[in-house]
């Protein structure tokens, strides 16, 4: 008895638990994957290769035990000294994110389309306020963009060279460029909102900026506060970075250290640095879980 045609063979992809387009999505990712190692130069054997091994021992040799001696950790004077520079690359992070969110408010209510030219607080709009409301949203999210697509480095860069060497220029670099960052998620924040709430808050006799105060942002604020806190750990991680072009912080002495090749003292900053950043974790963490 001749048996029956029964179409092409999925047996293999099915027993993988895959379709066909899963597999080809996954297929296609290896691939682009395999290409973006290749442009990168990925090279796992050159991190044990004789030279990157001398270079390992070195380190482990003359960074073991990390420096810390009274000169080093405190300094001479006050404002001076590893632990001071640590004490300064989390002031820097605190006030910076601070302006950054006195940044991304007004500019997030503005990047937001709910609020400026779309859904139920705009149904009876003239089509010239509705124009001027799209204009606002497309400057707003234009300026957002900016902020965010140069790094943090580079603001900090642009402003020592502006007002000097210091902790105040890494604060405005993270201030700016988080401003960037923290607004976009809020205006996206605010799009995602239940619009019968606006619309029953705006139906009530509230104005826009009422129903958007008191229908939007409150469905919204724990999120927002959740994810500025996120935000703010990450800025301590960039603070500590921007010591690199002179905007303070501890990132001074990693720099000073590495370039000098005392090994010694940048096992102490590093350490510093990683206490910094667990302790942030975990206060972020405690303030999250209360407003939650």
């Given at each position: 008895?001749?048996?029956?045609?029964?179409?092409?063979?999925?047996?293999?992809?099915?027993?993988?638990?895959?379709?066909?387009?899963?597999?080809?999505?996954?297929?296609?990712?290896?691939?682009?994957?395999?290409?973006?190692?290749?442009?990168?130069?990925?090279?796992?054997?050159?991190?044990?290769?004789?030279?990157?091994?001398?270079?390992?021992?070195?380190?482990?040799?003359?960074?073991?035990?990390?420096?810390?001696?009274?000169?080093?950790?405190?300094?001479?004077?006050?404002?001076?000294?590893?632990?001071?520079?640590?004490?300064?690359?989390?002031?820097?992070?605190?006030?910076?994110?601070?302006?950054?969110?006195?940044?991304?408010?007004?500019?997030?209510?503005?990047?937001a389309a709910t609020?400026?030219?779309?859904?139920?607080?705009?149904?009876?709009?003239?089509?010239?306020?509705?124009?001027?409301?799209?204009?606002?949203?497309?400057?707003?999210?234009?300026?957002?963009?900016?902020?965010?697509?140069?790094?943090?480095?580079?603001?900090?860069?642009?402003?020592?060279?502006?007002?000097?060497?210091?902790?105040?220029?890494?604060?405005?670099?993270?201030?700016?460029?988080?401003?960037?960052?923290?607004?976009?998620?809020?205006?996206?924040?605010?799009?995602?909102?239940?619009?019968?709430?606006?619309?029953?808050?705006?139906?009530?006799?509230?104005?826009?900026?009422?129903?958007?105060?008191?229908?939007?942002?409150?469905?919204?604020?724990?999120?927002?506060?959740?994810?500025?806190?996120?935000?703010?750990?990450?800025?301590?991680?960039?603070?500590?970075?921007?010591?690199?072009?002179?905007?303070?912080?501890?990132?001074?002495?990693?720099?000073?250290?590495?370039?000098?090749?005392?090994?010694?003292?940048?096992?102490?900053a590093i350490v510093?640095?990683?206490?910094?950043?667990?302790?942030?974790?975990?206060?972020?963490?405690?303030?999250r879980t209360r407003?939650?």
């Amino acid at each position: 008895m001749s048996e029956k045609y029964s179409g092409p063979d999925t047996a293999r992809p099915a027993a993988l638990g895959l379709s066909k387009r899963q597999l080809t999505t996954l297929l296609g990712g290896c691939v682009i994957l395999a290409g973006a190692a290749w442009i990168a130069e990925v090279d796992p054997i050159a991190l044990f290769a004789a030279g990157a091994r001398e270079q390992i021992v070195a380190f482990v040799a003359e960074g073991v035990p990390p420096e810390s001696s009274r000169e080093y950790l405190l300094g001479r004077r006050l404002r001076d000294g590893l632990l001071w520079a640590v004490v300064e690359t989390l002031a820097i992070s605190v006030v910076g994110t601070t302006l950054a969110v006195a940044l991304a408010v007004p500019l997030g209510l503005t990047s937001a389309a709910t609020v400026t030219h779309r859904g139920p607080l705009y149904r009876n709009a003239a089509a010239g306020r509705i124009a001027v409301g799209r204009g606002l949203y497309h400057l707003s999210r234009t300026v957002l963009s900016f902020l965010r697509s140069v790094p943090g480095i580079v603001w900090g860069f642009l402003f020592v060279t502006a007002i000097g060497l210091g902790p105040f220029a890494g604060v405005l670099a993270l201030a700016v460029h988080n401003a960037g960052v923290l607004g976009k998620l809020y205006a996206d924040f605010l799009e995602d909102t239940d619009p019968m709430t606006t619309e029953a808050v705006a139906g009530s006799g509230a104005t826009r900026l009422q129903a958007v105060c008191h229908g939007m942002v409150p469905q919204v604020t724990p999120t927002i506060a959740s994810y500025t806190l996120y935000r703010w750990e990450c800025t301590i991680r960039s603070a500590a970075i921007l010591g690199f072009v002179g905007a303070g912080g501890v990132g001074y002495y990693l720099v000073i250290t590495i370039q000098r090749l005392q090994y010694g003292k940048l096992s102490t900053a590093i350490v510093a640095v990683f206490v910094l950043v667990v302790t942030s974790d975990w206060l972020g963490s405690r303030l999250r879980t209360r407003l939650g």
